[in-house]
């Protein structure tokens, strides 16, 4: 079965705190993966692709090791706009190409 | 942001009546998507279409129907649906090719059954 496992949380951190996420996907075949940000009672919204070589914007840096095959997400200086679940999500290759396979997601709340 | 719509945004049907949802997507995608959130559950893919035509069925019951006129319309007709089936329905688009592309996600329709 191929799966995305990510701690439920919630991560209750203060405002400015620096916060790591790491998920595993059971897929060694995925070829893509992706952190997405979902706001209660919202839909998901990409927040960013993950490289093998890892990747920043801004306060976010994703990173991939597929010899364990862990995603991890490293968000600085906390906003308490930041609140919200990070779903882990990994693709796979060749005939599951379209599928995106979701982790239930990380629950964030940053209080001031 | 209007780059996926999805109406309507709420819901409420008995199980003997029958509905459809709609998506729409002005990003220039060629591949669409119906997912399904349950509460405590990841979401679930339920079908994908690229260029229009199906591609992917995850052992969804009878009682779904999709249909995808075009790229940018996707529809999931509803009858007779049980209590269990109320969730959260998202439509996303993407581009389709060889890799695996970012998905976009509508605001989704809230759905509960009577």
């Known amino acids: 079965r191929k799966e995305v496992e990510q701690d439920p949380g919630p991560f209750n951190v203060p405002e400015g705190a620096t916060v790591a996420f790491n998920c595993t996907y059971s897929?060694?075949?995925?070829?893509?993966f992706f952190w997405y940000r979902q706001d209660c009672r919202k839909e998901p919204k990409l927040l960013m692709s993950v490289y093998s070589s890892g990747n920043e914007d801004g306060r976010f840096t994703a990173q991939l090791n597929r010899a364990s095959q862990y995603i991890s997400l490293l968000i600085r200086d906390s906003k308490l706009s930041d609140s919200a679940t990070y779903l882990c999500v990994g693709g796979g290759s060749g005939a599951g190409s379209y599928q995106l396979t979701f982790g239930k997601g990380t629950k964030l709340s940053v209080i001031p | 942001e209007t780059g996926v719509t999805q109406t309507p945004r709420h819901l409420v049907m008995g199980m003997t009546n029958k509905k459809s949802l709609k998506c729409e997507q002005h990003?220039?995608?060629?591949?669409m998507y119906w997912y399904k959130q349950s509460a405590k559950k990841p979401l679930e893919l339920m079908f994908v279409y690229s260029l229009e035509e199906r591609v992917e069925n995850n052992s969804v019951p009878s009682r779904f129907s999709p249909e995808c006129p075009n790229s940018s319309h996707l529809f999931l007709h509803l009858h007779t649906l049980q209590p269990e089936d109320s969730a959260l329905y998202l439509c996303?688009?993407?581009?389709?090719?060889?890799?695996?592309?970012?998905?976009?996600f509508g605001p989704g329709t809230r759905l509960t059954v009577t």
């Open positions: 996303a688009s993407s581009q389709a090719g060889t890799g695996v592309y970012e998905q976009y």
């Open positions: 990003l220039g995608h060629n591949a």
């Open positions: 897929n060694s075949a995925s070829q893509s």
